[in-house]
């Protein structure tokens, strides 16, 4: 009951359950309500509200209290991925689902097999590309168990197909996903971040401004709000006339963004902002970089510089005693991690990512990897 409420977006009445229970051995988590199974609600509730840090502490706390519970484990690794995920932290996303990858091969993650295969989903993405995972969102629409539990726990699933599967010129299964959103909706009428998410995927699919504004009203999570937003804005952004405007939506969408802990987001609204003209932002946003290039290699951060410095990919494979074909493999994966698509771009996010706490530093004269494959940044940004 505390998930489907907290995924609901009845975050007032889950709150009172949770933190001021008339009854603590309520009929919330069963008979008796574990200590591990209240903190686990409580971090699925801090996630959902956008609260990342107090989500991560207690999921670790529920790990600890965890002892030999295999559903209470399972979920705790899954919450830490989904919020590793929204730091865009994907190397520790990968480090939790790959702590139950056991479960999944064994067929045991039962009722979270949807959340799991989003999670692996969204992994794939930010290490792929889209490109890597237009082979599988087919099988996220073929209404089995696993993609309505997808669409049904995760508010940001049905438009996120939808967008990927018309960028990619796949109407018929862009179609199917809205069917299946306003189905589930209508099987769940007390769901309104569904029905919700549902209307979001559906004005993506029939170009409806109207619906989309709409769509952002009623939505309950913090997170697809802000999504919503961003959607909107670029659809005001094709007409001259409303460029405006969809600054000001892009700048509401950022700063929701930045508020449920999301950088990864939040430098590709400020992308879109430059692209309309919009500077004075870097600044404002400048504590969103460092978080986003945690994903780079120790090599990737170095090409990374290197080519942001105006060199060219013979004169970095020279730098870095590698091959110019390497640099560009290099380079593709780097414009995948950090949203961008050219080397103008590049220089432009790197420098405001150099000027960070006094500039971060590399064998080449900028930054330091760790040495095991991961780039090494401040935590706590």
Known sequence: MAFLLTTRGEFDRITKLLYHPENPNSSLFGPVISPAGLSLARSHLAFMAGDLDAGAALSDQVLAQSEGNREIRIASHLILALIALRRAEVNAASSHMQMIADDAFMGRLTVLAGPCAWVNVQIREAQRGAEGV????????????????????????????????????QKSTAHKAVKLARKLAEMNPQHHALAASALHAQSLFERNLADLRLAAKTQVHPWARASTLEDIGKFLARERSQQGQAIRIF????????????????????????????????????????????????????????VAQG??????????????????????????????????????????????????????????????????VERGV
Request: net charge positive; glycine share 8%; with cysteine.
């Open 134 to 169: 237009v082979p599988v969102i087919e099988e996220l629409v073929d209404f089995g168990p696993v993609s309505r539990n997808v669409l049904l726990s995760q508010s940001a699933a049905a438009p996120w197909i939808v967008r990927l599967a018309l960028k990619f010129d």
């Open 251 to 306: 700048e509401q969408s950022a700063d929701a963004y930045i508020k449920v802990g999301a950088p990864r987001d939040a430098l590709r609204i400020k992308k879109r902002l430059w692209d309309l003209g919009v500077r004075h932002h870097q600044s404002r946003w400048r504590a969103t970089p460092p978080t986003v290039i945690a994903n780079l290699t120790e090599t990737e951060a170095k090409v990374a510089q290197l």
């Open 311 to 376: 060199m060219t990919n013979t004169q970095t494979a020279k730098n870095l005693f590698i091959s110019p074909h390497t640099v560009a493999y290099h380079l593709k994966k780097i414009f995948c991690k950090l949203q961008i698509s050219s080397r103008v771009e590049l220089a432009r996010d790197w420098t405001s990512i150099e000027g960070f706490q006094g500039g971060l530093r590399t064998g080449v004269g900028g930054t330091v990897g760790n040495g095991q494959g991961s780039f090494a």
